[in-house]
């Protein structure tokens, strides 16, 4: 029973709501958002990454309120939520459905989603209100607001769909399954520990997780991005041929191979961009929730963050992963996409099956709470009075709930929420597109 539920899901999942909707709806956007900033996410990059050095070496030269948390720690804090197991785990799953050619569409929405991003961090910070007791409280459900002002309850729904998605069921039975699998632990040691270590972490709000996510993710790239680099070297000859496996695949399809299942170009594509999507973040309204907390009073000097944060995302990490599983061969094997990349690296390192696990949790920790912080924030939104309280009883169920079945379920929950955020955000980006400022 629960199969078919969950694969009539997966057919609404990738067919409509990533599927024409979606990539209807990414494409038109983000073109015409990209043409309406001239394109800034690329001609001016490099102003993007000046504007992150900048900051990171704790530079002044920018008005900030005295309440909020430190720019460049709120960035961390949001990036830990796009750089995790969804770049390791999440994106193979895309290339074990969709084929090689996911890899293309994965690189396409990095470009138009990027302004996207862009777009709901500058609304966010622009539409944010003090919190109650410190701070600034900002996201969809404000601006939806000032878009829809006759239609209010459009923000209690993407609030609502929001407290779905900040409970990250996905990574949270990808590490229960990495732990139990390779050190042999008691699966409800494993799923209380963490459990107990996630409520901790948020009890602390964005300041605690952003100071970890600021060693763990700097720490994150440069390891793994080492691993895959040497991989890539090693097997450099193979390169050209991979280049055209996933051309061809992203416009033509693939065969079955192995245990690879065959696909269509249409499934590359939803595959590629729901991905890519999940991974960084586009258009969910996640990272406006984090980047309110800011102390810049510019909105504009936040949100180029979210260029920098989708280039790292996707550009680096999870073209890295891709390449990897492709170059080694690991897409076509039988293999459940949470031990993928562990197979992978294990043909060239030795003890990945000590180092991934613990790799895993490092990264999926911080997106964890970060997300949760969110989920928490629109719980709050919904019902100021015992929102917090409910929300959290219902993220320890479903952390609980979908642990005891297979993770692909968790990602197509998490899609589908994802989706829903996705159309309804957009329509509020666009609707106060003239009010955002692109002048990078």
Request: net charge positive.
């Amino acid at each position: 029973m629960i199969d078919e539920i969950f694969n009539a899901l997966a057919y609404f999942n990738d067919t409509i709501l990533w599927g024409y909707l979606g990539i209807g709806l990414i494409l038109t956007s983000g073109l015409y958002l990209s043409f309406k900033a001239r394109f800034a996410q690329f001609f001016k990059f490099h102003k993007v990454v000046l504007h992150f050095i900048h900051c990171a070496k704790g530079a002044k030269g920018h008005d900030m309120h005295d309440e909020g948390v430190s720019p460049i720690r709120v960035f961390f804090a949001s990036i830990g939520g796009c750089i995790g197991i969804g770049n390791i785990t999440g994106i193979v799953l895309g290339v074990q459905i969709g084929g090689p050619g996911a890899l293309v569409w994965v690189l396409t929405i990095a470009i138009l989603g990027s302004i996207i991003k862009y777009s709901e961090i500058y609304l966010g910070v622009k539409y944010r209100r003090r919190g109650k007791k410190s701070g600034f409280d900002g996201g969809p459900m404000y601006f939806l607001q000032k878009a829809f002002p006759k239609a209010k309850w459009v923000a209690g729904i993407m609030a609502f769909f929001l407290c779905i998605y900040g409970i990250e069921i996905y990574m949270f039975s990808v590490i229960k399954s990495s732990f139990v699998a390779n050190f042999g632990l008691n699966q409800w040691v494993v799923m209380l520990g963490l459990l107990a270590l996630i409520l901790i972490t948020v009890a602390g709000g964005i300041q605690r997780v952003g100071a970890i996510s600021s060693y763990l993710i700097p720490l994150f790239v440069v390891i793994y991005l080492g691993m895959t680099i040497y991989v890539l070297t090693v097997n450099a000859g193979q390169i050209p041929s991979l280049i055209k496996l996933v051309l061809r695949s992203a416009f033509e399809g693939h065969a079955p191979l192995g245990g690879f299942a065959g696909s269509t170009a249409l499934i590359a594509l939803s595959k590629g961009f729901s991905s890519a999507a999940y991974s960084g973040d586009v258009g969910i309204g996640y990272a406006s929730i984090i980047n309110s907390e800011t102390r810049f009073t510019d909105p504009k000097n936040q949100a180029i963050f979210a260029i920098f944060a989708i280039f790292l995302d996707t550009y680096v990490v999870c073209t890295c992963t891709i390449l990897l599983v492709l170059m080694t061969g690991a897409w076509t094997q039988p293999i459940d996409s949470t031990l993928m990349v562990q197979h992978a690296l294990a043909q060239y390192f030795p003890y990945m099956e000590y180092f991934m696990p613990i790799f895993l949790f490092v990264l999926a920790f911080s997106t964890i709470a970060t997300y949760m912080i969110a989920g928490m924030k629109c719980a709050a939104f919904l019902a100021p009075k015992n929102g917090i309280k409910l929300y959290v009883s219902y993220a320890i169920f479903a952390f609980l709930f979908f642990s005891f079945y297979e993770s692909k379920y968790a990602f197509l929950v998490m899609n589908i929420a994802g989706g829903f955020l996705m159309l309804i955000n957009i329509a509020g980006i666009l609707k106060l597109r003239n009010e955002i400022d692109y002048k990078i």
